[in-house]
């Protein structure tokens, strides 16, 4: 059984029952779901997962004191630690994991604070340039079964994407990025005999390429960990993944320098045919820096499109 479905599994056998009987009262204001850190939160988990941090649990969202106070997250917290401890094979932890515990109950506000900065998911152009992608991916990932306020379902909502500005800005430092690793620095360090350098290039290139595909589905992309999988999943550009895990996977000698040179020119005509199919290019070529500065061109906000290109990446 698959973490997600566990988790919802568990909660609907122990977890609802015990809301309903001994927290009826505010059960209205609650919100039930598994998201955040953890392979299981994106569907990612396997026989591996198990090893750490693995266990049958949910997450019951609190929100203001207001509306749940202190006493009845406590009484709420000795329950939920009283639901089994073991459930589908799994067991549960009797030590939170590194960074704290992702399963039980919680404040909505610290959740979306710890993962955003932002209790309320109200981000300022600032913070959405400087939140890590994966934060934000773990702030929306996973399954909300239960929202009776609306107000995890709302934040969640509000933070499902980059504002376009963000995306345009972030996806042209990308462009630079893959323009000088993989088209221009690639075959000189191959050129120059420094085939590690070369293999740094090609790697440079292929972590660019990930970022682009990522904002050219408007998806965050994961912990690198999990790149390559979720890269796999995405409606658009998911062919790449195989060419981009060979650019790294693979030496610079000889024939197969030129054959990775190829490969890095065929990514990168694929990725500007992406952009051309979403009005974000007015260049007319191949040269993935010149689409980086016509994307830059498009950001309407003055300040940010006027800041370094690689500012946001």
């Not at 977890?15 to 204001?29: C, T």
């Not at 639901?83 to 932890?93: N, V």
């Not at 290139?205 to 990930?210: P, V």
Request: with cysteine.
């Amino acid at each position: 059984m698959r973490g997600l479905e566990l988790a919802r599994s568990y909660f609907e056998e122990f977890g609802r029952p015990m809301l309903e009987r001994d927290f009826a009262e505010v059960l209205p204001h609650l919100a039930v779901g598994l998201a955040g850190s953890g392979s299981e939160c994106f569907g990612f988990d396997d026989d591996v997962s198990r090893d750490h941090d693995f266990e049958p649990g949910f997450c019951v969202f609190l929100p203001g004191e207001d509306l749940v106070d202190r006493r009845t997250a406590f009484l709420m917290e000795r329950a939920y630690a009283k639901l089994p401890k073991e459930y589908g094979g799994a067991s549960r932890s009797l030590m939170a994991p590194v960074g704290g515990a992702r399963h039980g109950i919680m404040r909505t506000t610290e959740f979306f604070s710890e993962k955003t900065g932002a209790a309320d998911g109200v981000l300022t152009l600032g913070q959405w340039l400087a939140v890590p992608e994966h934060a934000l991916a773990e702030a929306v990932n996973g399954e909300i079964w239960l929202d009776n306020l609306g107000e995890v379902t709302r934040i969640r909502s509000s933070l499902a994407a980059w504002p376009e500005d963000v995306r345009r800005k972030k996806l042209a430092g990308q462009l630079l990025l893959m323009a000088q690793a993989g088209q221009y620095n690639y075959a000189r360090c191959i050129a120059h005999g420094e085939v590690a350098a070369a293999q740094l290039a090609a790697y440079e290139f292929s972590r660019a390429a990930i970022g682009a595909i990522f904002l050219l589905n408007r998806r965050y992309q994961p912990y690198y960990k999990w790149a390559f999988r979720a890269l796999r999943s995405l409606p658009v550009l998911s062919i790449e993944a195989e060419l981009l895990e060979y650019l790294i996977t693979t030496g610079n000698d000889g024939e197969m320098a030129e054959e990775k040179a190829a490969v890095i020119e065929g990514i990168a005509a694929d990725v500007i045919d992406e952009l051309i199919e979403q009005g974000l290019t007015k260049a007319v070529c191949g040269d993935l820096e010149k689409h980086a500065y016509s994307v830059n061109d498009g950001v309407e906000d003055a300040g940010l499109r006027n800041a370094h290109i690689l500012s946001a990446v």
